[in-house]
C-alpha cells in the first residue's frame, strides 16, 4: 500500500506560478516513476507530467511543455510539480500517482492522492 498526500493548491491570477508537493508513505517511493494528472470539471482526468523512479527521465503534456517542470526528492519521499506562467486552462483538480514500473509512461498507477485544487483566474 502506498498514501499519497497532495499540497501546494490555491487560486492564482493568470501567468502566476504554484508549486504542487505529493509526499509519499507505504512502499519504497523509489520503486516508482511518479505522475500528475488533473480533472477540470465535467473533463476526463488527463496526464500532465512523469518523472522515473531515479529522476532523470521526464514526460510532458503538449499542453504544459515548458512551462511545468516535475521532480523528485527520494529521500524526502516527495514528488513536485512546478507550475510557471498558469492559464486559465490550468484550472483543475491535480492528482499524483504512483505509475506503474520505473519508467515514465502516461498511463496511470494503482495508488491516488486526494487531490489538490488549483484556481487561476484570468
Known amino acids: 500500500q502506498v498514501q499519497l498526500v497532495e499540497s501546494g493548491g490555491g487560486l492564482v491570477q493568470a501567468g502566476g506560478s504554484l508549486r504542487l508537493s505529493c509526499a509519499a508513505s507505504g512502499r519504497t517511493f523509489s520503486s516508482y516513476a511518479m505522475g500528475w494528472f488533473r480533472q477540470a470539471p465535467g473533463k476526463e482526468r488527463e496526464f500532465v507530467a512523469a518523472?522515473?523512479?531515479?529522476?532523470?527521465?521526464?514526460r510532458y503534456a503538449d499542453s504544459v511543455k515548458g512551462r511545468f517542470t516535475i521532480s523528485r526528492d527520494n529521500a524526502k519521499n516527495t514528488v513536485y510539480l512546478q507550475m510557471n506562467s498558469l492559464k486559465p486552462e490550468d484550472t483543475a483538480v491535480y492528482y499524483c500517482?504512483?505509475?506503474?514500473?520505473?519508467?515514465?509512461?502516461?498511463?496511470?498507477?494503482?495508488?491516488w492522492g486526494q487531490g489538490t485544487q488549483v484556481t487561476v483566474s484570468s
Open positions: 518523472i522515473n523512479w531515479g529522476g532523470g527521465s521526464t
Open positions: 500517482n504512483t505509475l506503474p514500473g520505473v519508467s515514465v509512461t502516461t498511463t496511470p498507477g494503482d495508488y
